[in-house]
């Protein structure tokens, strides 16, 4: 399992890739595959609310499954039901699988108040070229 987090302009996109190889082997013959291969990537749209605060909205999720399930010829499957056994794997696998993707807290960005939140007015929030998180100021003069 990986995760990957990009910022890029006003997005922050977060990719998670589970990916499961199995060989399944019975009377010397066998087959593998990437039982599972599944990623999903998460893009979620930032900016600053009226308040100062960051918001994160999250936009449509693409789920990529390129999961094969390993599997021999009718003959050699009659005597090592190898493809029976591949289906048995692959079933277990993807009941791991559903339970090993986690929502990424994004939504603890929200609570984030830029430094200074009752003096300045933050607005076109983005990330730098460096991924550093960046946005627009206007000075309020507190009397």
């Not at 998460?42 to 399930?69: E, F, K």
């Not at 390993?70 to 794997?89: H, K, R, S």
């Not at 627009?136 to 507190?142: C, L, N, S, V």
């Amino acid at each position: 399992m990986g995760t990957w987090v990009d910022f890029v302009g006003t997005t922050i996109v977060v990719k998670q890739h589970l990916l499961v190889y199995v060989y399944i082997e019975n009377s010397s013959t066998g087959k593998g595959g990437n039982i599972i291969d599944r990623t999903i990537t998460d893009t979620y749209s930032i900016g600053v609310g009226a308040s100062g605060q960051l918001q994160a909205v999250l936009g449509t999720p693409v789920d990529t499954d390129n999961s094969q399930r390993p599997g021999v010829n009718g003959f050699l499957n009659f005597f090592t039901d190898i493809n029976g056994l591949a289906a048995q794997t692959q079933e277990w696998y993807q009941g791991m699988a559903a339970l090993s993707f986690e929502d990424v807290p994004v939504s603890v960005m929200q609570g984030f108040v830029f430094p200074g939140g009752k003096t300045f007015i933050f607005k076109d929030a983005m990330f730098s070229d460096n991924q550093d998180l960046i946005s627009h100021i206007t000075y309020i003069d507190p009397s």
